[in-house]
């Protein structure tokens, strides 16, 4: 998420630390040990599809983040737009983004740039569905940013759901 003035990035907060979950659930992670041991098959695709699960975890954080990122972007820009009427904007990133003065400092890594054909965006700030950016690439830089891996397609075994 994106905090106030200093607009630093910061991972979702999705996740139980493992002693509430293992206080929580204590039975049922019992019975996925036991279960883990018995069939080694079972226990491989569990892991893949909690790795499945992480991702798509990772993901939706991101693309809040982008969102945010964006939104408070261009409510900074629509300030300073206020303050000083004759402000030009030379960013050719998405707002929020790469070259962007109201990037945060992690957005700043994020080259969220048109292709140079489409590049000629001049109205700032930019509306969030300009077709001149794609949220999706940006989405896909900051996990690339953040270490985040897709995981590898499911091995699809007999218990595949």
């Known amino acids: 998420m994106i905090k106030g003035r200093t607009r630093e990035f910061e991972p979702a ?5 493992d002693d ?17 041991t018995d069939d080694p098959g079972y226990a491989v695709e569990m892991a893949e599809h909690a790795a499945l699960v992480k991702y798509k975890r990772d993901l939706w ?3 809040t983040d982008v969102t945010k990122a964006e939104k408070l972007a261009h409510i900074e820009c629509r300030k300073h737009l206020k303050r000083d009427p004759a402000f030009v904007c030379h960013a050719t990133a998405a707002c929020g983004f790469g070259g962007c003065r109201f990037a945060s ?3 700043q890594l994020v080259n ?3 292709p140079e054909a489409r590049s000629r ?23 690339q940013i953040r270490g985040v891996q897709k995981p590898p397609k499911l091995s699809g075994g007999r218990h595949a759901a």
């Open 105 to 107: 400092a992690e957005a």
């Open 61 to 63: 954080a991101a693309r």
């Open 121 to 143: 965006l001049k109205t700032r700030p930019a509306p969030a569905a300009n077709p001149l950016y794609r949220i999706e690439d940006t989405i896909e830089t900051l996990l």
């Open 20 to 36: 509430e979950i293992r206080s929580s659930f204590s039975e049922t992670i019992k019975r996925a040990e036991a279960d883990f």
């Open 13 to 17: 907060k999705h996740e139980l630390s």
């Open 112 to 114: 969220a740039e048109p």
